[in-house]
C-alpha cells in the first residue's frame, strides 16, 4: 500500500514538474518578446493566470492517470478533471478573446474630431466580443453537462422534439430574440455606433453602451437613458453625427427695425475671432422675418461637434446681447402705444363719428340692385313702389255737410 502511494505521488511529481518546467519556459519567452512588443505584454498579462491553472491540472491529470489507470474510482476522477479542464479552457478562451478586442479597441481612436470609421469599428468589436464571450460559456456549459451520461440521454429526447421545443421557446422569448437581433442589425448595418450623439425621446445624448438587448445614453446632465435596441430599429431618431461630427446651428434674434444689420454682421465677425469655439467653417447673418412689428435676425455658425456648438451658439448670444445693449439700444425689441387725440388733448372738440357704409355688391346703389336682381330674378325697386302705387286705391276726400 505505501508503495503504491509512493508510486501516485512520483508519478504525480513527475508530470507536475514537466508541466512546471514548460510553463517556465513559455514565460521566460513571452517576457523576451515582451520587451520588444506591446501586444506581447497584453497577452501576458490577460492569459498568464488561465494559463498556469492549466498548465498544473493537465500535469496533475496525466500523473494521476499513469498512475491509478486501472482503479475502479478513476472514473470519478475522469470527471472532476474533464470539467475542470473544460472550466479552464473556457476561462482561456474568454481571455484571448478579451485581448483580441483590447487590440482592435486601442486601434480606434474616438477622442479625435474626425471619428466615424473608429466608432464603427468599436461598436463593433463590443458585440462581437459579448457574442463570443457568450458562445464559449453556452459551449462550456453543454459540454460540462454531457459528461453525465444520463444528459446524453436526456439530449437524444430533446433532439427528437426540437422542432416543438424550438416553436414554444421562439413565442416565450420573443421580445428577448427580437431585442438581441435588433443589436446585431443595428451593428452591423453602422446605424448606430458607441459615442454617437442622437436625439431620442425628445432627449440630447451621446450612445455610451450597446448591448444584444438594450442601448444607454448618456445624457447631457448626467443621467442615463436605456432603451430596447428595437427602439432604434422601429422609431425614428435623429443622429448629429451619422457622417460627420461637424454641425452648424442658428442664434436668433427679435429686434426693433432700426437695428443695423450690417453692423451687427461685422461685429459678429469680431465675436468669432475672439473664441477657439469656432472652427471657421460658416457664419452666416440674415434677416429672416420683418413681420409683427420686429425684425428678425438669424445668426448661423458652426463648430467640430454638438457640445462645442452648444457652447458657441450661447457665446455668441450673449456677446451680441451685450453689444446691442451697448452701441444700438434703439434696436432692442420694443412695443410701441399709439393714443388717441382725444385722449392727448382733452379740450379739441370732438370729431363726428363716421357711420359704417351699406354699399355692397348687390345692395345701396342702382347698380347693385341690378345685379342682384339678376342672381335672384327680384322686381327692382322703382318698378315695385310704382306697381303698387297704380294698384292701391286713391283716398276719398272728407264729406262736407
Known amino acids: 500500500m505505501l508503495e503504491d502511494g509512493l508510486q501516485v505521488l512520483i508519478a504525480v511529481g513527475i508530470s507536475v514538474g514537466g508541466a512546471l518546467v514548460a510553463l517556465i519556459v ?13 501586444w506581447a505584454r497584453g497577452l501576458k498579462a490577460q492569459v498568464r493566470r488561465p494559463f498556469r491553472v492549466l498548465a498544473i491540472v493537465l500535469g496533475l491529470w496525466i500523473g494521476l492517470r499513469a498512475a491509478l489507470i486501472g482503479a475502479d474510482w478513476w472514473h470519478g476522477f475522469t470527471r472532476i478533471f474533464t470539467i475542470a479542464a473544460v472550466v479552464i479552457v473556457a476561462w482561456l478562451l474568454i481571455a484571448l478573446v478579451q485581448f483580441f478586442s483590447d487590440i482592435a479597441l486601442g486601434y480606434s481612436k474616438i477622442d479625435v474630431p474626425d471619428n466615424g470609421l473608429a466608432r464603427r469599428l468599436r461598436t463593433q468589436t463590443l458585440i462581437v466580443k459579448r457574442l463570443a464571450i457568450a458562445l464559449i460559456v453556452v459551449i462550456a456549459v453543454g459540454g460540462i453537462l454531457f459528461t453525465f451520461d444520463e444528459v446524453r440521454a436526456v439530449g437524444a429526447s430533446v433532439l427528437a422534439s426540437a422542432g416543438i421545443a424550438s416553436i414554444v421557446a421562439g413565442l416565450a422569448a420573443q421580445s428577448v430574440l427580437g431585442n438581441m437581433f435588433a443589436g446585431v442589425q443595428l451593428v452591423f448595418s453602422d446605424a448606430l455606433r458607441v459615442d454617437d450623439v442622437i436625439v431620442a425621446r425628445g432627449e440630447w445624448g451621446r450612445v455610451g453602451e450597446i ?38 446651428g442658428s442664434v436668433e434674434f427679435d429686434l426693433d427695425w432700426r437695428v443695423s444689420p450690417q453692423k451687427m454682421r461685422e461685429h459678429l465677425e469680431t465675436v468669432l475671432t475672439q473664441t477657439p469655439l469656432y472652427d471657421g467653417r460658416a457664419n452666416v447673418l440674415q434677416v429672416t422675418e420683418a413681420t409683427g412689428g420686429y425684425v428678425r435676425v438669424r ?19 450673449e456677446a451680441m446681447v451685450l453689444w446691442i445693449q451697448s452701441v444700438l439700444p434703439d434696436a432692442a425689441p420694443a412695443q410701441r402705444i399709439l393714443l388717441s387725440e382725444q385722449k392727448a388733448n382733452p379740450t379739441r372738440r370732438s370729431l363726428k363719428p363716421e357711420v359704417a357704409g351699406e354699399t355692397g355688391l348687390f345692395h345701396g346703389s342702382p347698380e347693385a340692385e341690378e345685379r342682384a336682381s339678376a342672381f335672384t330674378q327680384a322686381i327692382p325697386r322703382d318698378q315695385l313702389e310704382q306697381e303698387i302705387g297704380e294698384i292701391s286705391p286713391a283716398p276719398e276726400e272728407p264729406r262736407r255737410d
Open 26 to 38: 513559455v514565460e521566460a519567452l513571452m517576457r523576451l518578446i515582451a520587451r520588444r512588443s506591446e
Open 211 to 248: 448591448t444584444l438587448s438594450y442601448v444607454v445614453l448618456d445624457l447631457w446632465d448626467d443621467r442615463r437613458l436605456v432603451l430596447p435596441c428595437t427602439y432604434f430599429t422601429t422609431t425614428p431618431y435623429e443622429n448629429w453625427t451619422r457622417q460627420g461630427s461637424e454641425l452648424l
Open 299 to 317: 445668426i448661423l455658425v458652426t463648430a467640430k461637434d454638438a457640445p462645442t456648438l452648444y457652447d458657441l451658439r450661447c457665446f455668441v448670444r
